[in-house]
């Protein structure tokens, strides 16, 4: 695997190979001295055009624990804001051998175009493209799911028969659209619950059931995992607004509150990507209780990140090197 540019991409067994690679390498996160030697001599570079608090500094983390060089690029305080092209900007990482580019950028699309259009050698890793893909992340929750709902042994296994529930601005979310190619290639069986306003055009042809009412879709589809997505403010004030009629009543309809939480079967975990509007569409009893594994998604998130650039730098097809 070079490239990891979207979870469509990924077959089953490739999916499964990562996350069974993610769990060695958080095995090796639990030790003392956390770094392995794998990918010494080797520069990562962040090049995030877009804000990012988690995804960032866990790419940073990962690579850094699998004893990369990495450089942090952010357009402000670069010549992009002198106008320079993705293009020129890539190019100038290649001259200065970089091994791979994580990127992040408003446009859905930049990391394909980095990967095909001939202006660099390194590996892509795609790690947030506008409202298209975020592979790394739905690893990150299939992984986090996996450890919960699937048995005390979750190596080699998929997601076959979980009931798995994405509820919010599907809209603007590159995290749905993972999730639902990733969670469905690993044979769950995935609904995505919104007001008509957040539901992309042709969201019927997607693999996944659709429901615009959250009570009854908790009713007639109850969730293993129940996954809730931010309001993206900052898209939704670029578009004119409009999408809801108050922030009280998307909270009436579509948040999860202590209600919702009781409702849900015992054993159902609570997942958000973060950031999280708390009091918008989960509030805080829901963020921080006993059913809530936002946290481990960040833990889970470094080890499937150390796997991703694993898998992609060394060009590995087996085990982890000790
Ligand atoms: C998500 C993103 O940026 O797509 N966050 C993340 O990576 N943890 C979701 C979001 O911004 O709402």
């Not at 993610?22 to 520069?43: C, H, W, Y």
């Not at 060394?314 to 090197?321: E, I, N, Q, Y």
């Amino acid at each position: 695997m070079k490239h990891l540019l979207s979870a469509q991409d990924l077959t089953r067994d490739q999916a499964i190979q990562i996350l069974d690679i993610a769990e060695e390498m958080a095995a090796t996160q639990a030790r003392e001295v956390k770094k392995l030697p794998t990918l010494r001599g080797q520069t990562v570079v962040n090049l995030f055009f877009e804000d990012s608090t988690r995804t960032r500094i866990s790419f940073e983390t990962a690579a850094k624990r699998l004893s990369a060089d990495v450089i942090n690029f952010s357009p402000k305080g670069s010549s992009v804001s002198k106008g320079e092209s993705l293009k020129d900007t890539v190019l100038t990482l290649g001259a200065m051998h970089t091994d791979a580019i994580v990127v992040r950028h408003y446009a859905s699309g930049a990391p394909y175009n980095i990967a095909h259009a001939g202006w660099t050698d390194a590996c892509v890793i795609n790690a947030g493209d506008g409202t298209h893909q975020h592979p790394t992340q739905s690893l990150l929750d299939a992984m986090t799911m996996r450890r919960h709902l699937m048995g005390p042994t979750p190596v080699g296994q998929d997601l076959n028969g979980l009931s798995i529930m994405i509820v919010g601005d599907v809209l603007h979310s590159r995290v749905a659209r993972s999730g639902v190619d990733l969670f469905t290639t690993l044979g769950a069986k995935v609904t995505l619950v919104a007001p008509a306003t957040l539901l992309p055009i042709g969201v019927d042809t997607w693999p996944c059931g659709v429901y615009y009412d959250l009570d009854q879709a908790l009713r007639e589809a109850p969730p293993d995992a129940l996954m809730m997505l931010r309001v993206q403010k900052e898209r939704m004030s670029a578009a004119g607004g409009g999408f809801f009629p108050s922030p009280q009543e998307y909270t009436r309809d579509y948040g999860l509150d202590e209600a919702r939480l009781a409702a849900l079967q015992r054993h159902a975990i609570v997942l958000h990507p973060g950031p999280m509007n708390r009091g918008l569409e989960i509030t805080s009893g829901a963020a921080d209780g006993a059913r809530s594994v936002i946290v481990e998604q960040v833990a889970n998130g470094v080890a499937v990140r150390m796997a991703v650039l694993y898998l992609t730098m060394t060009g590995a097809k087996g085990k982890v090197a000790a």
